[in-house]
């Protein structure tokens, strides 16, 4: 079992920055892919953001790319979230979830399903 604790999150005004941050209990094949999902109220949960293990590669939703930031530190077994120039549509619960790569090519995918572990949740809110 791999145990997830999130940490960050708040209200901010529209533009404004949130910084997230993601603790796995322990490394394992599980935690080579990890990541940030959201889920606002009356919809589904999505991707946001994941990372492979090592850092190089990552994925990003269309709607964060270029505000959103995601890096690891796999010696901590952390995974962050920079969020920039937020917008009041980024207001959600926001998930740190982690599983294993994804064969053939050993990639990370933006998938509810990819995913074992997931966090308690933590709150974003942009005001406008």
């Known amino acids: 079992q791999v145990q997830l604790v999130e940490s960050g999150g708040g209200s901010v005004q529209a533009g404004g920055s949130l910084r997230l941050s993601c603790a796995a209990s322990?490394?394992?094949?599980?935690?080579?892919?990890m990541g940030w999902f959201r889920q606002a109220p009356g919809k589904e949960r999505e991707g946001v953001a994941i990372?492979?293990?090592?850092?190089?590669?990552?994925v990003y939703a269309d709607s964060v790319k270029g505000r959103f930031t995601i890096s690891r530190d796999n010696a901590k077994n952390t995974v962050v979230l920079q969020m920039n120039t937020l917008k009041p549509e980024d207001t959600a619960g926001y998930y740190c979830?982690?599983?294993?790569?994804?064969?053939?090519?050993?990639?990370?995918?933006?998938?509810?399903?990819?995913?074992?572990?997931w966090g308690q949740g933590t709150q974003v809110t942009v005001s406008s």
């Open positions: 322990r490394s394992t094949d599980s935690t080579d892919c």
């Open positions: 979830a982690a599983g294993p790569v994804r064969y053939p090519g050993g990639w990370c995918g933006l998938m509810t399903d990819y995913f074992n572990y």
């Open positions: 990372i492979r293990n090592g850092g190089s590669f990552t």
